[in-house]
């Protein structure tokens, strides 16, 4: 009995085993997940709360097209009611007062009625909801190409800030190696012992630029994970090399660039439609001052009853007998309307002169953009360019110091000097690549490119 609990327990241990691996293998997948740019870029655009507002007011928009589409068609309604009055009267007969007299009535009415013409305003804002939804889409359009900037930008932070941190941790691993030569030196009787206690101080130095850098990458990881509103535990992404960048990538001339954006770009198209917009506002309100045609048809019957009736018939038959058509026609006029056409007419134009500085604003602006872009990346491509020369210098010259160092003839401050110099290049470079390859990605999302590629 004791043998066959024994191995009943055994058998639970081992499923619980399994359990654990497999939520330990789950969990160690899901953390291992790393996130390409393309991947960020994807799922910022899918799960934006500003690209989801905007996407219900696309939905909103369809229904107010579907609304705008029904005011061609004509209005149908009926309705039906019973009276009951009570009190004094006249016999239609006798045509003597009757009192206490109670009556009861009841009616019923089918009614269409239909808009002839309302000088074209049910036209006009039909073609405005679709307009409307134009707009809304190219807006949508903008906030994702702002969205895709902003990621890659917050990629391209986390890649410069891994590179930082190679960079010290580096720097501390040379160092270590440095302090045990400096201690086999100083065993020798070749270098003082001071030497040491230096080189100790560099790399407590060189421990603090890695904490410091690593603080730096997660901070970085942390605002994209913020961006993409995803969980930042277990968050990674994908690290890929950014090729050394070369004078290739800057666009020779700005005007391509500019006649480009300006004639694709989805700032430029919504002005523009909203000129639109405003102009069509101006026929609505025009179509106060034309006349308005109307038609309506109604079918329709009544009962009544009273005690001192003449003639009295049965309820269907009565209604039978009064149902009755009626037909009717309307031309609506419009002499003086206290100055509310003229009024919303000269407001309409107003805003139309309004939307159209509107969009020399936008040309403006963008033109200042792009220019300010490119200034931009002449100036990074100008700075990488020098600090690729600067870093070569240094390189040398602080292998010229090892050198010396070694043979004695320089110090452990001097050799320290010529370090701090070579990471101050190394820093500058990555910086200045990182910059320049981002300043060429923002002319590139100008030109309509694709930003993850």
Request: proline fraction near 2%; aromatic fraction near 10%.
């Amino acid at each position: 009995m004791k043998k066959e609990e024994e191995t009943v327990n055994m058998k639970v241990f081992k499923n619980i085993i399994s359990v654990c691996l497999v939520f330990t293998t789950v969990s160690s997948f899901a953390q291992d997940k790393k996130w390409t740019l393309e991947a960020c870029v994807n799922y910022a655009l899918e799960h934006n709360i500003s690209v989801k507002q905007v996407e219900n007011t696309l939905r909103i928009d369809e229904q107010e097209i579907i609304a705008a589409k029904g005011q061609f068609l004509p209005s149908l309604s009926g309705s039906f009611g019973e009276r009951m009055s009570i009190g004094s009267g006249f016999d239609p007969v006798t045509n003597q007062r009757i009192n206490n007299q109670t009556t009861h009535s009841f009616n019923y009415n089918l009614g269409v009625n239909q808009t002839i013409f309302n000088g074209f305003r049910t036209l006009n804002l039909y073609k405005q909801s679709l307009l409307n939804q134009e707009i809304d889409n190219l807006e949508l359009a903008k906030i994702k190409d702002d969205i895709a900037l902003n990621v890659v930008n917050a990629y391209l932070n986390v890649l410069f800030n891994k590179e930082n941190l190679e960079t010290a941790q580096a720097q501390y691993e040379f160092s270590e190696k440095q302090l045990i030569q400096v201690k086999d030196l100083v065993d020798a009787g070749v270098q003082p012992k001071a030497n040491i206690f230096d080189v100790e101080a560099t790399l407590s130095r060189d421990s603090q630029q890695v904490t410091i850098a690593e603080n730096n990458f997660n901070l970085a990881l942390l605002t994209l994970a913020q961006l993409l509103q995803v969980d930042f535990n277990g968050f990674a992404v994908a690290i890929i090399e950014v090729d050394t960048p070369s004078e290739s990538l800057m666009y020779k001339n700005i005007t391509p660039i500019l006649n480009f954006a300006l004639e694709h770009r989805n700032e430029i198209k919504v002005a523009e439609k909203t000129i639109e917009n405003a102009e069509l506002n101006t026929e609505i309100s025009k179509s106060g001052y034309y006349p308005s045609v109307s038609f309506g048809y109604g079918f329709g019957s009544v009962w009544s009853e009273s005690r001192n009736d003449f003639i009295k018939q049965a309820f269907f038959r009565e209604l039978d007998l009064l149902k009755g058509h009626n037909l009717n026609l309307s031309v609506n006029i419009p002499i003086f309307s206290r100055f509310q056409n003229k009024t919303a007419v000269a407001k309409s134009k107003i805003r139309e002169d309004n939307s159209k500085l509107g969009l020399e604003k936008a040309r403006l602006d963008l033109e200042s953009n792009i220019q300010r872009a490119y200034t931009d990346a002449q100036a990074a491509l100008k700075a990488f360019e020098a600090a690729k020369k600067s870093l070569t210098s240094q390189e040398l010259a602080f292998n010229n110091s090892k050198e010396r160092y070694d043979i004695g003839v320089m110090n452990t401050f001097e050799l320290e000097q010529a370090r701090i110099q070579l990471i101050n290049a190394e820093s500058s470079l990555i910086n200045a690549k990182y910059d320049f390859v981002f300043k060429t990605k923002v002319l590139d999302f100008y030109m309509g490119k694709p930003l993850t590629n």
